[in-house]
């Protein structure tokens, strides 16, 4: 069974940090895409950071340009969303997404709630 769990998440103050972590299972780590998204109330879910098979491909959105960075360990299964100077407009649920670099499988965790304001 195919199964990735998010953690970490919480409130913070604006300024402040948090890393996001991603924990698989079930499947070929290394085979698969990584990617972050987020939705925030009332909007659709966009994403945030993608990193590639090979580890040293990484996109992000220009609104956490700069400010998160996205990092995967293969042999541990975990791909990591690192989140600086984090901001009220951030609060969303974070989720994570795995995707198969050449077949259509495609899964989601559950997602993980983070939160900035003073």
């Known amino acids: 069974q195919v199964q990735l769990v998010e953690s970490g998440g919480g409130l913070v103050q604006p300024g402040e940090s948090l890393r996001l972590s991603c924990a698989a299972s079930g499947l070929t780590f290394s085979s698969y895409i990584l990617s972050w998204y987020r939705q925030a109330p009332g909007k659709e879910r966009e994403l945030v950071a993608v990193i590639f098979t090979g580890g040293g491909t990484t996109n992000y959105a220009d609104s956490v340009k700069g400010r998160f960075t996205i990092s995967r360990v293969n042999p541990i299964n975990t791909v990591y969303l690192q989140m600086n100077s984090l901001k009220p407009e951030d609060t969303a649920v974070y989720y994570c997404?795995?995707?198969?670099?050449?077949?259509?499988?495609?899964?989601w965790g559950q997602g993980t709630q983070v939160t900035v304001s003073s």
């Open positions: 997404n795995a995707r198969h670099r050449l077949r259509a499988s495609n899964y």
